[in-house]
Each structure stands twice: as structure tokens, then as C-alpha cells.
């Protein structure tokens, strides 16, 4: 069953998780959730993003956040975020982008981009 559409009500607390990439242990050491952090702590600096309590753990964050009368700040905060932990751990193993690793992982992805939408409630069949 699809998720409910998501409605943006400025002027809220806003529990925001965030998993890692396939699922991976992307953060499970200290040196990568410390730049996790340091990006977190940008985002506040910059944006004046108001954090009330934040973990993170080997695969995946929490981010309980205040949303101040709808300036963006929580959207443009998590794409710091997010964007700069990933490009710097990119670059730090050498890794680049999401690669197709198998023929199973090609099959799994062609499925999920063909019932993403019928998932989502959009369509009732692929072909559509």
C-alpha cells in the first residue's frame, strides 16, 4: 500500500529520518557520523535550522527539528546535509554515484521503477 501524500504545515516540529544509501552501513564509524554532525551543525549555522534533539546511527538519522514559520529551512538544510555527506564520503573510497552491481540488482531496479508509480497510487498498472 502506498504512503499517504505528504502535506508541508509550516510551523511544526518535524521528525525527519533519513537511511543510507541500499541500506548500507554507511555512518558506522565515528570518523563518518562526526562529518555527519559537523554538515548537521552547518546546516544550523547557516540556515538557523532550530535542532531539538538528533542520532545517528550506523545506517540510518533521526532529526527531530523546528520548522519557524515556513522559511525552507529544513529543506535546504537536509540537502546540505545529505548532499555533502554523500559527496565526501564518495570521495574519500572513490565511489561514484549508484552503479548497477549485478544483473539480480538491474532486474530489482527495473521492477521498482516500473511499480513506483503504481505503488504511489498514480496508476493502477505499469503501462499506464
Given at each position: 500500500m502506498a504512503r499517504a501524500k505528504r502535506h508541508y504545515i509550516p510551523g511544526q516540529i518535524w521528525h525527519l529520518t533519513h537511511l543510507c544509501h541500499k541500506r548500507e552501513f554507511l555512518l558506522k564509524f565515528v570518523k563518518e557520523r562526526r562529518?555527519?554532525?559537523?554538515?548537521?551543525?552547518?546546516a544550523k549555522r547557516r540556515y538557523r535550522l532550530i535542532i531539538l534533539n538528533y542520532t545517528v546511527t550506523s545506517n540510518?538519522?533521526?532529526?527531530l527539528v523546528l520548522d519557524e514559520k515556513g522559511r525552507d529551512v529544513i529543506l535546504?538544510?537536509?540537502?546540505?546535509?545529505a548532499g555533502r555527506t554523500g559527496q565526501e564520503y564518495n570521495l574519500r573510497k572513490k565511489?561514484?554515484?549508484?552503479?548497477?552491481?549485478?544483473e539480480q540488482h538491474l532486474l530489482r531496479c527495473?521492477?521498482?521503477?516500473?511499480?513506483?508509480?503504481?505503488r504511489n497510487g498514480v496508476v493502477t498498472h505499469p503501462l499506464e
Open positions: 562529518k555527519w554532525l559537523q554538515w548537521l551543525f552547518e540510518h538519522t533521526h532529526l535546504e538544510s537536509i540537502k546540505l546535509l565511489r561514484q554515484g549508484a552503479f548497477i552491481e549485478s527495473l521492477a521498482y521503477i516500473d511499480l513506483n508509480m503504481v
